[in-house]
């Protein structure tokens, strides 16, 4: 992979499975907890959007090669994907969740803040961006140090910068229980954008005829096949890290 280059590198087999787990999770898993639960009141509910997002990663996703890693923020807890063989992570997040939370004025950096400060450091758009979201200036000033070291607490220190890892972010939107955008976007450390491509298209397949299908023992030998032919396995891979995610 070259590192100086400032377009996205897509990996298709890949997105789909994580469109798919989104999807799922929005669409299927979340509405039906909500219809086994009903409580008199359901504050914080919510959040179980992004449990299920994380569950299904956990179940499509996760490989050899494909780590979910866990970190802490106070009381969250959250998930960055690491690709291992093209030295790609990637968070999820949904779009308004993403502008509220680079919109608030901070005492300590944002975690998306501090991966895109060591990962995307070395890029930068070639051009003026059509749109971009420019609240940089909202935060109080962080050291490299301060961003590093955070970086470092994230991934307890099984990334380092020496690796040369880029990040990219997943936004999606919600529109009545279902995804009704979804975007790939490599931001720079500031949080402009240098590229973004819509995922949209993976969503076209009808996700419960695929539930029913991975549910299906007739059709389960021949989706595991196609499933490990969407990620590539690969024996070698950061026991550390593998044990870090495993302790979570």
């Given amino acids: 992979m070259d590192s100086n280059n400032n377009h996205i590198i897509l990996n298709e087999e890949l997105m789909r499975l994580v469109v798919f787990s989104i999807s799922k999770a929005i669409s299927e898993d979340f509405p039906q907890y909500r219809h086994n639960n009903k409580l008199e009141t359901?504050?914080?509910?919510?959040?179980?959007?992004?449990?299920?997002?994380?569950?299904?990663?956990?179940?499509?996703?996760?490989?050899?090669?494909?780590?979910?890693?866990?970190?802490?923020?106070?009381?969250?807890?959250?998930?960055?994907l690491v690709d291992l063989d093209n030295k790609i992570t990637y968070s999820i997040i949904r779009k308004q969740t993403l502008d509220?939370?680079?919109?608030?004025?901070?005492?300590?950096?944002?975690?998306?803040?501090?991966?895109?400060?060591?990962?995307?450091?070395?890029?930068?758009?070639?051009?003026?961006?059509?749109?971009?979201?420019?609240?940089?200036?909202?935060?109080?000033p962080f050291s490299d140090d301060e961003l590093i070291d955070d970086y470092n607490s994230i991934f307890k220190n099984q990334?380092?910068?020496?690796?040369?890892?880029?990040?990219?972010?997943?936004?999606?939107?919600?529109?009545?229980?279902e995804v009704s955008d979804i975007k790939l976007i490599f931001f720079d450390k500031n949080f402009e954008i240098i590229e973004s491509r819509?995922?949209?298209?993976?969503?076209?397949?009808?996700?419960?005829?695929?539930?029913?299908?991975?549910?299906?023992?007739?059709?389960?030998?021949?989706?595991?096949?196609?499933?490990?032919?969407?990620?590539?396995?690969?024996?070698?891979v950061k026991p550390l890290l593998r044990a870090s995610e495993n302790e979570a």
């Fill in 42 to 80: 359901d504050n914080g509910v919510s959040f179980m959007k992004s449990n299920y997002i994380n569950d299904n990663l956990r179940k499509n996703v996760v490989s050899n090669s494909i780590i979910l890693g866990p970190f802490s923020r106070g009381g969250w807890k959250g998930r960055v």
């Fill in 198 to 236: 819509s995922l949209k298209e993976y969503l076209k397949p009808d996700f419960a005829s695929l539930t029913n299908m991975l549910n299906n023992d007739v059709c389960s030998v021949h989706v595991a096949d196609k499933v490990e032919n969407l990620i590539k396995i690969r024996p070698s």
């Fill in 100 to 140: 509220f939370a680079i919109n608030r004025k901070r005492t300590v950096p944002y975690y998306l803040q501090s991966i895109l400060f060591v990962e995307n450091g070395g890029f930068s758009r070639n051009s003026e961006p059509l749109f971009d979201y420019g609240l940089y200036d909202n935060y109080l």
């Fill in 159 to 177: 990334l380092s910068e020496a690796e040369k890892y880029r990040h990219y972010v997943i936004t999606y939107d919600i529109l009545q229980n």
